[in-house]
């Protein structure tokens, strides 16, 4: 899953612009590199940030959704918001999945949303929301506590009538570094859930604190977490750099099928 960000203020400047031609160029650069998806949203999320108005957000995405969908339309792409209604009118415009970093705990009508879109859904964790998440995380067992999120969220969900569903743990999302290494660790445990799993560790601080370097030069740490990631169970990589986690992906898939 490449991402996209169609803002100005998201902490990878590698992924974001707000320019018509630069978002189509590094579009076309993630599918040229093998994406599978295509990952836009408008808002960041990164910590401290505020909650964005769902107006203003559907107002940057109206106007290059139809763009990326005519000039890329072999390729699956998904919403990055938590709003309901970005999630519907960017679904009914050519969408193909919802990626909620809340969990439909920002906006309350979501989870209806979704079940009345029938849409994919990415069903992420997070403790608190983008402006406080960071303050002060905390959990008496992470691991044991996001499992059981997700399977309440999960029930609540497929109640609905909703069965396409993605889970992300979230990493970074209202995590300490103790905390992102320890769900990173239990990664095969979240197979339990019947669900696809999406990690999204690209140039995070799992890897820029760990090795006391900036998000600019984080490539090298991010491949190593992902091909981990990918050894663990993961079956969806959220990344910056596509040519990188595929080439991880096919080296990954090579060894596997030529070992005696």
């Known amino acids: 899953m490449g991402i996209v960000n169609i803002n100005s203020d998201s902490f990878f400047a590698g992924s974001r612009s707000t320019e018509r031609d630069a978002i189509l160029k590094l579009t076309e650069k993630h599918i040229t590199e093998g994406a599978t998806f295509i990952d836009i949203g408008a808002s960041s999320s990164k910590p401290g940030s505020t909650i964005s108005n769902a107006e203003d957000e559907w107002k940057t995405l109206e106007r290059i959704i139809p763009e990326l969908l005519e000039a890329f339309p072999n390729t699956y792409f998904s ?37 009345a879109l029938n849409a994919p859904y990415v069903l992420m964790h997070m403790q608190g ?4 998440m960071q303050n002060a ?19 609540t969900l497929r109640q609905k009538g909703v069965s396409n569903i993605i889970v992300d743990p979230g990493f970074g999302f209202g995590k300490t570094q103790a905390h992102n290494y320890q769900l990173f660790d239990a990664l095969p445990l979240f197979k339990n859930l019947n669900a696809p799993i999406l990690v999204g560790i690209s140039r995070k ?56």
């Open 205 to 260: 601080s799992m890897v820029t604190k760990v090795l006391n370097v900036d998000a600019a030069n984080a490539l090298n740490g991010t491949t190593v977490l992902n091909t981990l990631a990918i050894l663990k169970g993961a079956n969806i990589l959220r990344v910056h750099d596509v040519q990188q986690a595929k080439e991880a992906i096919h080296l990954l898939t090579f060894a596997k099928n030529n070992t005696n």
């Open 79 to 115: 919403i990055d918001t938590y709003h309901a209604l970005v999630a519907k009118n960017a679904i009914e415009m050519g969408i193909d999945i919802v990626n909620d970093i809340s969990a439909g705990s920002i906006d309350n009508t979501m989870f209806d949303t979704i079940a």
């Open 137 to 155: 995380p905390h959990y008496e067992d992470v691991t044991k506590e996001v499992l059981l999120f997700f399977s309440q969220q999960i029930q």
């Open 129 to 132: 929301n983008p402006q406080n």
